[in-house]
């Protein structure tokens, strides 16, 4: 893209050179600072309801208290509180902002759609972020965005530089969309190649999954029977069905002390392990963030080093294998497979039967799972454990394929992502030019 025929130093440390046409204002004198509160009834808005960084609005079941700050079409509301998130929306509607919202309006000078563009800007985003007070809270401050000095050239131009953005976001925005959607069916992919393989089995051969009547060259697939369980289905004639409790010994995470992050039992040398860190984990966990001493360690529970651990409460049915002798809290059961099963095989089976295990949990406050809905679940797998290896080596020779393809999507995603906060950021500060 061009650049523009000549430039001047604007002043300002933020913007650096601008086109020689363009003028310099103080925010306050281009947008005026809306306070008015809504008492009629009118459509409310949340920061939870504005995406970050596009300025797309999301729609929420979320009940808004509060009259909120009366917004009428046009009106730019950005999010003040953690202003590095982005939260930036023009309005096309009247309605009420509800939160932690600015609501700016033009004095004439700015064009909205221009207006709304540049304060989604990453040079405008990073100096008000610059800007805020509270730590935990961080928070932009009105007295500080008022004095801002602003680059900005006519309205018609303004006018032009907001349609460009407009056609160049969506068109942007199409491919990321197009992208997330080819990561779904990567993933859909990856679980249909898992649930094949430990419900169905593979070919030993050729690493081929056989389904009964598939045929695969010469091959029509192994023989299969009834496993007389509904959700199983038919299962490889050779293979056996037990319930985990007679698989594997099932352990309960314990931690028998509230509050739970109470600074008298941490420090010491037993690793302790948080939900989140197995839902976090790639298949092993194989570190650790926290310790608990003799007092912790005394009321919790430990489980041994190669146990497939499983969360049943938040995020249900996420299981990693444990490389470590580890304590864990009661939102954490551990399975330490007998002798019949090998582990890396009964966590691609349960991995596999995640919504059967989801469908018996308890509904409380929040969905959880006990020791006694998860025993009695049946599970079918091969009488031999180098058919058990061989299916394992099949799952993760084709996952890592798929994994490759989803990083490579991912890659492309983050540089479509990039590439329109550069161009917004640009081509509002007056660095490029856009087309006429």
Known sequence: MERYDKYKNSGIEWIGEIPEEWEVKRFKYLFGLITDKAEEELPKIGLENVESETGALIETNSDFDGDGIHFISGDILFGKLRPYLAKVYLSNFQGKAVGDFFIFRSR????????????????????????TFGSKMPRASWAFIANLQIAYPTIEEQTAIANYLDRKTV??????????????????????????????GIDSAVGVPLVGTLEQGNHKG???RDSGIDWLGEIPAGWKVKKLKYLSLILRGKFAHRPRNDERLYGGIYPFIQTGEVTNANKFIKGY?????????????????????????????????????????????????????????????????????????TQNTQQNLNIDRISPIEISFPNNKTVQTAIVHHIETETTRIDAKIAKTQRIIELQKEYRTALISEVVTGKIKVPS
Do not use: H
Not at 111 to 124: H, N, Q, T
């Open 171 to 200: 068109e942007i925005d199409t491919l990321i969309a197009q992208k997330e959607r080819l990561i779904a069916l990567y993933e859909e992919e990856k679980a249909a190649i898992i649930n094949q393989a430990v419900t169905k």
């Open 108 to 131: 004439g000078e700015i064009y909205a759609g221009f207006g709304s563009k540049l304060i989604l800007s990453k040079r405008f985003i990073d100096i008000v972020n610059g800007s």
């Open 289 to 361: 963030r926290q310790t608990l001493n003799e007092a912790g360690y005394a009321v919790s529970q430990e489980f041994p080093s190669g146990t497939l651990v499983m969360t049943i409460a938040a995020n249900i049915g996420d299981v990693a294998i444990l490389s470590f002798d580890a304590c864990f809290p009661d939102s954490i059961v551990g399975f330490y497979p007998k002798n019949e099963v090998i582990v890396d095989f009964l966590y691609y089976k349960l991995i596999s039967i995640r919504s059967n295990l989801i469908g018996c949990a």
């Open 222 to 224: 192994l023989p299969l």
